[in-house]
């Protein structure tokens, strides 16, 4: 298989960063070819703004959607849009793994897709190219997520809600959205008071997990 990893938290001596390094070579010990767009690292720019375009088809008013169908069939993004939409081509699998900020992924991952799930390259709604019929039809994608709360914050009834209800509305209409097949999300909670034991339990679980999704061929 071949799995697009991205990647975002600004600490490399973070837990997060330990699960990508861990996932990274587990994947590629499993025989997967692995590559990896680590968004803070790279420095990406997540505004979705007029410098995206190389050509614009209009110049007088600036509509993203209009300029993402152009630049999608002209291929006349900019130089960062179209490395990232290469290894989304490549891509049998993209992992999206973020911490939760505010009940949902950081500026820098939702940037990422606004910019490169673009109208033209991931989904076209004038042609109905959307859900079952999304351009990014026969790829899967994962979310590896985890929280500063306890588990029984983002439990049903508890003090931000279900995280499993807020995660069903990135998974329908951004994954499904644009035709993507989605694994269950891994949830690691508690993650700002993890004890070292915890966070080895915690990697285990998440490696585990991995092997189980992806075997030996």
């Known amino acids: 298989?071949?799995?697009l990893y991205i990647f975002a938290h600004p600490?490399?001596?973070s837990f997060n960063s330990s699960m990508k390094e861990m996932a990274i070579k587990t994947l590629g010990k499993k025989g997967n070819n692995v590559r990896l767009?680590?968004?803070y690292l790279m420095g990406f720019k997540p505004v979705l703004d007029q410098k995206d375009f190389l050509q614009?088809?209009?110049?007088?008013?600036f509509n993203p959607f209009l300029e993402q169908m152009t630049a999608s069939k002209e291929g006349t993004f900019s130089e960062d849009i179209m490395a990232e939409m290469e290894k989304v081509k490549w891509a049998d699998i993209l992992i999206f793994q973020f911490p939760i900020y505010f009940t949902g992924m950081p500026a820098i991952m939702k940037g990422w897709l606004d910019r490169v799930f673009a109208a033209g390259f991931a989904f076209d709604p004038v042609k109905q190219n959307v859900y079952e019929n999304g351009l990014m039809k026969g790829k899967k994608a994962m979310m590896v997520i985890t929280t500063g709360a306890e588990e029984d914050w983002y439990s049903p009834g508890g003090k931000h809600g279900d995280i499993r209800e807020l995660l069903?509305?990135?998974s329908h209409c951004i994954f499904e959205y644009v035709g993507m097949e989605v694994i269950d999300t891994h949830l690691t909670f508690g993650v700002g008071k993890m004890s070292s034991e915890r966070g080895d339990e915690e990697l285990n679980r998440y490696q585990e997990k991995l092997s189980s999704l992806f075997p030996n061929p």
């Open 168 to 170: 069903r509305y990135i």
């Open 37 to 39: 767009s680590d968004l």
């Open 11 to 13: 600490e490399p001596k």
């Open 56 to 61: 614009r088809k209009k110049t007088d008013s």
């Open 1 to 3: 298989m071949n799995i």
